[in-house]
C-alpha cells in the first residue's frame, strides 16, 4: 500500500516571528475559554464539568497519544484504539499520526537540532508552544507507518478539527453552556499547557536519575498534573514501558487505569520497566553527574 504523505515532520527550524492572524484559532480558544468561563460562573456544576473534561483529555493524550500511539507501550483491540484515538482528539491537539508522528521525532532526535521541539536548542517558549505556532501542521506518515495503515486513523487524522468541534456541541447538548466553557473550553486550554510544559518544564525543571543524552527531567507536579508524564527523564531512559514512574512512590495515574483496564482484558501485554533497567544506571548516573558538577564548577 502507497502511503499518503503530507509533507514531512517538522525537524530544527529556527524561532522565527509568530504570526498572531496566523494562528487565530489558537489564541481565539483561549479568549472564549476566559470570556466564556467568567460569564456562565463558577459552581460545583463548572467544577464537575472542568475536572472531567479535563480528566478524560489528559488519560486519552497520555495512554493514547503517548504511550499507546508513539510508544506501543501495550496493546489492545482495533476498536479500542479508535476510542482512545477519538477521546484525545477532544484535546484539539491536533491529529492522532501527527501528534505520533512528532513525538517519535523528539525521541529520535531529543535535544539535539533537529528536534522541533527542544528548549535547549530555541529556548523555552519556543518548546512550550512556538513551534507549534510557526506551521508544523502536517503529518510524515512514513515515522507512523504502523498505524497509517488503518484507514480509520487517517481519516480522523485529517479531520482534526471536525473532531475537536463536535466535541464542543455534544457537551454543549449534554450539559449546556457551563459544560461547553468549563467542560471543553477551559479544559482544552489547561490540557494544552500542561501537556506542553512536557516539551518545555520538563526538559529544563525538576533532578535527573539517569543520565541521558537529552535534558529530560523528573519533576513530580508535572506528573500530578500529567497523570504521570512528569517522570520524562524515567521515560527518555526508557520508552517502552507503559510505566513512567518506576517506583511506587512516583505517582503515575495513568498506569494504575492501564492496569485496571488489562485486568478488564480492554488492554493487555502492558510493558514494564525491567529491574536491571530501573536501578542499574541510577548510581553510576548519580556519580557521573556530581563529577560532571564539579568539574563545571571547578
Ligand atoms: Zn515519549
Ligand atoms: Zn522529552
Not at 159 to 183: C, E, K, R, S
Not at 239 to 252: I, K, L, N, T, Y
Request: aromatic share 16%; net charge positive.
Amino acid at each position: 500500500m502507497t502511503l499518503e504523505r503530507r509533507g514531512e515532520a517538522h525537524s530544527g527550524s529556527m524561532p522565527e516571528r509568530v504570526s498572531l492572524r496566523e494562528n487565530l484559532p489558537f489564541w481565539g480558544v483561549h479568549v472564549v475559554a476566559l470570556v466564556g468561563a467568567i460569564s456562565v460562573g463558577w459552581g460545583w456544576s463548572a467544577a464537575l464539568w472542568l475536572v472531567g473534561g479535563y480528566t478524560v483529555r489528559m488519560f486519552a493524550i497520555t495512554a493514547g497519544y503517548h504511550r499507546y500511539f508513539s510508544h506501543r507501550s501495550f496493546k489492545t483491540s482495533r476498536v479500542f484504539q479508535f476510542i482512545l484515538a477519538l477521546l484525545a482528539m477532544g484535546s484539539a491537539q491536533q491529529g492522532v499520526l501527527w501528534w505520533a508522528s512528532h513525538h517519535r521525532n523528539h525521541h529520535k532526535y531529543s535535544d539535539q537540532p533537529e528536534d522541533a521541539h527542544s528548549p535547549r536548542q530555541h529556548g523555552f517558549w519556543w518548546s512550550h508552544c512556538f513551534w507549534l505556532l510557526r506551521g508544523n501542521r502536517t503529518t510524515d506518515l512514513d515515522k507512523v507507518k504502523d498505524f497509517a495503515r488503518y484507514p480509520e486513523l487517517r481519516w480522523l487524522d485529517r479531520h482534526d478539527l471536525f473532531v475537536a468541534v463536535a466535541w464542543g456541541f455534544l457537551i454543549y447538548f449534554i450539559g449546556g453552556p457551563t459544560a461547553l466553557f468549563w467542560g471543553h473550553f477551559v479544559a482544552i486550554v489547561l490540557a494544552w499547557h500542561v501537556t506542553f510544559c512536557i516539551n518545555s518544564l520538563a526538559h529544563v525543571w525538576g533532578s535527573r536519575r539517569y543520565a541521558t543524552t537529552d535534558d529530560s527531567r523528573n519533576n513530580p507536579v508535572l506528573a500530578v498534573l500529567t497523570f504521570g508524564e512528569g517522570w520524562h527523564n524515567n521515560h527518555h531512559h526508557y520508552q517502552r514501558s507503559a510505566r513512567q514512574g518506576f517506583f511506587w512512590w512516583e505517582v503515575d495515574i495513568t498506569y494504575y487505569v492501564l492496569r485496571v483496564l488489562e485486568k478488564l482484558r480492554i488492554v493487555w501485554d502492558v510493558e514494564g520497566v525491567p529491574d536491571h533497567v530501573r536501578d542499574a544506571q541510577v548510581a553510576p548516573a548519580r556519580a557521573r553527574i556530581a563529577a560532571h558538577r564539579a568539574g563545571v564548577s571547578g
